[in-house]
RNA sequence: CGGGGCGUAGCGCAGCGGUAGCGCGCUUGGUUUGGGACCAAGAGGUCGCCAGUUCAAUCCUGGCCGCCCCGACCA
C-alpha cells in the first residue's frame, strides 16, 4: 500500500477522549475510529493487525486439536433463562425483540449454542474428547468501556470449549490449551504470565488467566521472586513473617479518647500495625458481617465474597453499624457474639493484640485469639501484598500491574447438567460431559501489545503483529530518479513476499514522514532519498534502534529479509 | 448505578448576552524538501438536543442526550 492511498491519515494532536497510550496512539494513526462508546471501526492498518493475531490463534488452535466452527451472535433468550445467566448477566446483556415479539440477545459469550452442539452431536462417550472454537464478535453492554479497545462493548473474541468424558480428559484439553496460549503469546511477541484466577461466579474449579505486565492494566498480579507461582490478587495466598512467639498477658482496658483508626492508634500507644486487630463491618446480601484482620493486612474482597457464597458485598456505613449495636472506630470480636464473625487467618499468626473496646473511647490490649474471643469462620481473606512469602518457597512475593489478554476456565457440568449434554459411557450409563472454555480476546490484544510496546513517538509494533513489517520512506520525489529506485524497492519487496507501506507522498517534509513512521511503528524502516541515491543506496533502520545501515539498493531486499528473520 | 469532568470546523482549543474565532489539518497557486517548512488565496460551523428567560441566547435557567475519567464487572 501507499501512503498516498492509505485510508485516512494521521493526528498530530492527542485526541481528548484517549489517555490511555494504546487508545491515543491507535487514534492517531488512523487504526480505529469510534462510533459509539466501547465501539469502534477498524480501519485498514487496525484490520492487518487483527488478521495477523487471528492467524496465529488458529494455527496454535488447530495444532493443539481445536476444530473452527461459527456460531450465531443472535440468539434467543430462552437459552439464557435456562442456564439461569440472563440473571447472572443482567444489564450486561444486549437484548432486543424481533419482529414478531420474541426475546432474542447478542451473544456475550457462546456455552449456551455450544451446548446445543454437543446435545446433538455428542452422544456417546467415543465422540470426545473434542474442542470446538471460533473467532467471533461479542456484545456486552459493558457498565463502563475503557480505555479504547481495551475494554469495548463490541469486540471479538476467540472462544474455544472443550467437551470430555471425565476430569482425567478435560485435565489434558485443558493442559493442551495452556500451552496453546503459552504458543500464541510467544509468537506474538508478548510475554504474558499465566496466573491462576479466581473461578467467579460460575461455580468452576480451576481457572487461569494470561497477564501482559502494563502500567494501564486493571489487573493485579503477585508473583514468586524465585519459583513459578504467580496469582491474580483476588486469588492469591501467601505467608507472612512469623512473629517471635510471646507469652500471654493480661487483658487491659485503655482510654483511647477518638482514637478510631490504625494509624491513630499506632501513634497514640505507639506500637506497630501487625500488633492491632482491624474489625470491619460489610453488609452481606443484607445482613452484617463482621470481619477481623490484623492491622497491617487488607480484607480482599473478592475472597471475603466467595468464603461466604455473596452475591453482593460491600463495606456498612455506620448508621448500619450502629444499628448493629455497634461503635464504629471501636469494634471488636471481644465479647460480641451476638453477630456473624469472619476471622481472617492472620490473627493466630501473634500476641497480645490491642483491638477495639465495644465502648466508645476504649480499646483493650493483650486480646487473645481462642482465649479471648473466637470467630464463627476461620478463614484466608486477606490481599496479598509485597510483605508477603510464596506459599511454595517462602520467597519474597511481588505485586504488579497488568492486562488480562487470555482466560482458560474448567467448567465441569455446569452447563452440561442445565442443557442435558449428555452422553453414554463405557457401560451404557448417561453422563453430564465436562465442559471447559477459552478466550482470547482479540482487540484487547492488540491494544494491550501496543500498551506495552511504545515510546514516546509512537507504536513500536512487535514484528509478528505489525500491520507490515516494512515502512519504506521516499525522500526527494521530485526527483525521477529516486521515485524510480523507491519504486522499484517497493515491487520487489513485495515479490518477496514483504509487507510493505510506502510513503509516496511527494509534498510531505522529511520530518513529517518520518514521524509518521515512528508513531505507525513498524519493525524496519527504509529511506530512499536523492543523498542515498548518490551512490546507489538506501537506508536501513529498526523502530527501536538508532543504527542505521547503509546498503546498497539491490542488495536491499535481502538484506531487510535477514533483519526480519531476527525478529521474526 | 454513585462521584468528577467535558460537548463550539476533521483534530486540539478560545470566546460567554448583540448570530463565532485561533492553531493544526484540508483545497488552489508558488517557493521548499534528511526530523512535524514558507508565502498568498480559499473551503469548512443547525456553537449536542429540547424547552424557558430576554427586544436579542453559543453564552443565563431547567430538562434530556452523548463522550471521558475514578469505583462495583470482564476477554
Known amino acids: 500500500m501507499r501512503v498516498s492511498r492509505l485510508l485516512t491519515h494521521t493526528m498530530r494532536n492527542n485526541p481528548s477522549e484517549a489517555d490511555t497510550p494504546s487508545h491515543r496512539y491507535m487514534l492517531r494513526a488512523g487504526m480505529v475510529m469510534q462510533i459509539a462508546s466501547g465501539i469502534y471501526t477498524y480501519l485498514p ?85 473434542l474442542i470446538i472454537y471460533q473467532i467471533q464478535t461479542k456484545f456486552r453492554d459493558e457498565p463502563r468501556p475503557r480505555a479504547g479497545l481495551i475494554r469495548a462493548r463490541e469486540f471479538d473474541m476467540k472462544d474455544a470449549y472443550s467437551l470430555d468424558v471425565n476430569e482425567k480428559s478435560l485435565d489434558q484439553n485443558y493442559q493442551r490449551m495452556a500451552i496453546a496460549y503459552r504458543n500464541i503469546y510467544r509468537r506474538c511477541g508478548l510475554p504474558a504470565i499465566m496466573v491462576e ?51 500471654l498477658l493480661l487483658l487491659e482496658e485503655i482510654h483511647t479518647p477518638g482514637v478510631t483508626t490504625i494509624s491513630g492508634l499506632e501513634k497514640f500507644l505507639k506500637v506497630d500495625r501487625q500488633q492491632i486487630l482491624k474489625s470491619i463491618l460489610y453488609m452481606v446480601d443484607k445482613g452484617i458481617v463482621a470481619v477481623v484482620i490484623r492491622g497491617d493486612l487488607e480484607v480482599n474482597d473478592v475472597k471475603l465474597g466467595n468464603v461466604l457464597m455473596a452475591k453482593e458485598l460491600r463495606l456498612a456505613d455506620s448508621a448500619e453499624i450502629r444499628s448493629a449495636g455497634l461503635i464504629p472506630g471501636f469494634v471488636s470480636p471481644v465479647g460480641m457474639t451476638a453477630i456473624r464473625w469472619v476471622g481472617d487467618n492472620s490473627i493466630k499468626l501473634g500476641q497480645n493484640y490491642v483491638a477495639g473496646g465495644n ?57 452440561s447438567e442445565k442443557l442435558a449434554v449428555n452422553f453414554l459411557d463405557q457401560e451404557g450409563k448417561n453422563q453430564p460431559v465436562i465442559m471447559g472454555c477459552y478466550g482470547i480476546g482479540i482487540g484487547r490484544l492488540l491494544a494491550a501489545a501496543i500498551e506495552q510496546n511504545h515510546d514516546e513517538k509512537g507504536i513500536v509494533f512487535p514484528a509478528p503483529i505489525a500491520p507490515y513489517s516494512v515502512h519504506l520512506v521516499g525522500l526527494n520525489l521530485h526527483d525521477e530518479d529516486v521515485i524510480n529506485s523507491s519504486d522499484s524497492l517497493y515491487g520487489s519487496l513485495w515479490e518477496d513476499g514483504i509487507e510493505c507501506l510506502f510513503d509516496d507522498r511527494i509534498d510531505e517534509s522529511a520530518g513529517v514522514k518520518f514521524n509518521d513512521a515512528d508513531l505507525m511503528g513498524f519493525p524496519i524502516r527504509v529511506i530512499v532519498s536523492r543523498r542515498t541515491m548518490a551512490n546507489g543506496n538506501c537506508e536501513i533502520k529498526f523502530r527501536n534502534g538508532s543504527d542505521s545501515n547503509t546498503v546498497s539498493l539491490t542488495e536491499a531486499t535481502a538484506f531487510i529479509k535477514q533483519m526480519l528473520a531476527t525478529i521474526n
Open 359 to 415: 465502648k466508645a473511647d476504649l480499646h483493650f490490649k493483650n486480646i487473645n485469639w481462642s482465649r479471648d474471643f473466637t470467630v464463627d469462620q476461620l478463614v484466608d481473606i486477606a490481599e496479598v501484598n509485597e510483605s508477603g512469602l510464596c506459599v511454595n518457597c517462602n520467597s519474597p512475593l511481588q505485586s504488579l500491574k497488568g492486562i488480562e489478554v487470555g482466560h482458560i476456565f474448567k467448567l465441569g457440568t455446569f452447563f
Open 45 to 129: 492498518l487496525a484490520w492487518r493487525s487483527i488478521k495477523k493475531i487471528e492467524t496465529i490463534i488458529r494455527e496454535e488452535i488447530e495444532m493443539a486439536g481445536g476444530q473452527e466452527v461459527r456460531m450465531p451472535v443472535l440468539q434467543p433468550i430462552e437459552l439464557w433463562e435456562e442456564t439461569g445467566r440472563k440473571q447472572a448477566f443482567g444489564d450486561t446483556l444486549f437484548s432486543l425483540k424481533d419482529r414478531r415479539g420474541r426475546g432474542m440477545v447478542l451473544a456475550p459469550t457462546h456455552e449456551e449454542v455450544l451446548s446445543q452442539i454437543g446435545k446433538s452431536y455428542v452422544q456417546s462417550y467415543r465422540d470426545m474428547p
Open 197 to 247: 484466577a479466581d473461578s467467579g461466579a460460575i461455580g468452576g474449579k480451576e481457572s487461569h488467566e494470561f497477564i501482559l505486565p502494563a502500567a494501564t492494566g486493571e489487573d493485579t498480579i503477585i508473583t514468586c521472586s524465585s519459583c513459578e507461582y504467580a496469582a491474580n490478587l483476588e486469588k492469591a495466598v501467601s505467608n507472612y513473617p512469623t512473629l517471635p512467639p510471646s507469652e
